[in-house]
């Protein structure tokens, strides 16, 4: 019957209840209450007043001869345009209460010896608890994982449990505002249960579930080594400075990624998500001195890994260089002599494109000049070489077809020589002459 009673005052906003004479009502911040003065109509003699808190104040005043319904007359203003009262019964409405409206209540009737008094507390909006692992009770031996659930309160009557399912396991309620509610909880790597923190008032809950596999961790889980490496995508010629990234594949929640500056943390991440890997870029100038470091720490342990400015830092205008005298093309004809002078050229450019590059912004720059001259000139030294190897075989060939075609016309164009040969003619042998007629 009280619960019936309870869930009927509930569904209208606030909660009653009667002990001792003192009626104890809440009532959720921002809404509206009701302070009845049971009297069910005012006479025309009556005088009411409303009073409140220690010592009492009066805050509201009938007077049904005078027609007076005053309340107006709060000292600090506390109340001002929130009060209401019923010029039939002499009820008082507190309009959107605030957590200051909480106290007691009193109200006195001339026509009545009795004065009525009320308790009323204005509850706040919950906060939503937060579960976090307690890293202190972490031990690499330990098959358990030590949690805790704490909120901080900002009204009293507030508990805070936890539950296993819809069962408690444990409840803390303290109503003192300067601290904050904590509970612990010890469960099982292995655990399959599912567990919920609440806080809850008797208007309102609010609930966190508990996520085992990224809190409950393993505390052995070793720390990875994390990597530096230059970003090249971000690399230009015209650019100062060198842009990297310092990553590392996470095993374990909780977990730390940073720069370092010295001693100085110059940026951090920190994500619990094992299918992903932590990375953290870092620009720094080509002549910067100070001594970077990247780290990766839990509450257990750290990796170190120290940067070399002048290994990844190189200029990208050495690289650029480098890509333009290999991507040159060669000719289709070489001898073993431009071939060495090539190799030695290339050789040479090349160790001094990939060396470091000196502290020396001068310095720096003649490298760059003297390496690029040196490329050039063996490049032409290389055409050179091949178009004099070229002119000379084909000066060669032309001169031996030449040779050719002059023995093919001596042979073929020669002039026939005829001799004439003495024939002794017999003697008995008769010659005619051809007798030509004379006209």
Request: proline content about 5%; aromatic content about 6%; hydrophobic content about 30%.
């Given at each position: ?17 009667f002990?001792?004479?003192?009626k ?98 204005v509850?706040?909006p ?9 890293t202190s009770?972490?031990?690499s ?11 901080v ?7 805070l449990?936890w539950?296993?399912?819809?069962s ?16 612990p ?34 505390c ?10 230059r970003?090249t ?13 310092c ?17 100085s ?10 299918s ?17 470091s ?19 830092c ?47 912004a ?18 032409l ?8 190897l070229w ?10 077809e ?5 023995s ?16 002794q ?6 010659v ?8």
């Amino acid at each position: 019957m009280f619960c019936s009673f309870v869930f009927c005052c509930m569904s209208f906003g606030h909660l009653v209840v009667f002990a001792d004479a003192v009626k104890i009502v809440s009532v959720m911040e921002g809404d509206s209450v009701t302070l009845e003065s049971n009297v069910t109509q005012i006479q025309n003699d009556d005088l009411i007043t409303w009073r409140f808190g220690h010592p009492e104040t009066t805050i509201a005043r009938i007077d049904k001869e005078k027609e007076i319904f005053n309340t107006s007359v709060v000292p600090d203003g506390r109340f001002r345009d929130r009060l209401k009262l019923d010029h039939h019964t002499g009820s008082l409405t507190i309009t959107h209460t605030r957590n200051t409206d909480s106290g007691d209540y009193e109200v006195k009737t001339s026509s009545r010896e009795t004065a009525y008094r009320f308790t009323v507390t204005v509850y706040g909006p919950l906060p939503v608890p937060v579960i976090s692992r307690n890293t202190s009770q972490c031990s690499s031996s330990s098959s358990s994982c030590s949690l805790v659930c704490s909120s901080v309160l900002k009204v009293c009557d507030a508990t805070l449990s936890w539950y296993a399912g819809i069962s408690v396991l444990s409840s803390i309620s303290v109503c003192d505002l300067s601290i904050s509610l904590s509970l612990p909880l010890e469960v099982e790597y292995q655990d399959n249960n599912t567990y919920s923190c609440v806080l809850n008032n008797p208007f309102s809950n609010q609930t966190t579930h508990l996520d085992i596999h990224t809190l409950c961790y393993n505390c052995s889980g070793p720390l990875p080594v994390p990597v530096i490496s230059r970003n090249t995508s971000q690399c230009s010629s015209s650019s100062s400075s060198c842009s990297l990234v310092c990553s590392s594949v996470l095993k374990v929640c909780d977990a730390t990624l940073s720069w370092y500056a010295g001693i100085s943390v110059l940026s951090s991440i920190s994500v619990c998500d094992l299918s992903i890997s932590l990375s953290l870029p870092l620009e720094v100038e080509y002549q910067d001195n100070n001594t970077y470091s990247c780290v990766l720490n839990n509450p257990f342990s750290n990796q170190t890994t120290h940067l070399d400015i002048n290994t990844l830092c190189y200029n990208c205008s050495a690289q650029t260089t480098q890509s333009t005298s290999q991507s040159s093309p060669t000719p289709p004809q070489s001898s073993s002599v431009s071939s060495s002078v090539s190799s030695s050229v290339s050789s040479s450019v090349s160790s001094s494109q990939l060396s470091p590059p000196h502290s020396d912004a001068g310095s720096q720059n003649q490298i760059v000049l003297i390496s690029a001259a040196a490329a050039v000139a063996g490049s032409l030294l290389t055409v050179t070489l091949v178009g004099i190897l070229w002119i000379c075989r084909k000066r060669g060939k032309t001169d031996q077809e030449e040779t050719v075609r002059t023995s093919e016309d001596e042979i073929t164009y020669a002039d026939p020589i005829f001799y004439k040969r003495n024939v002794q003619k017999p003697e008995d042998e008769v010659v005619y002459a051809s007798v030509v007629p004379r006209r």
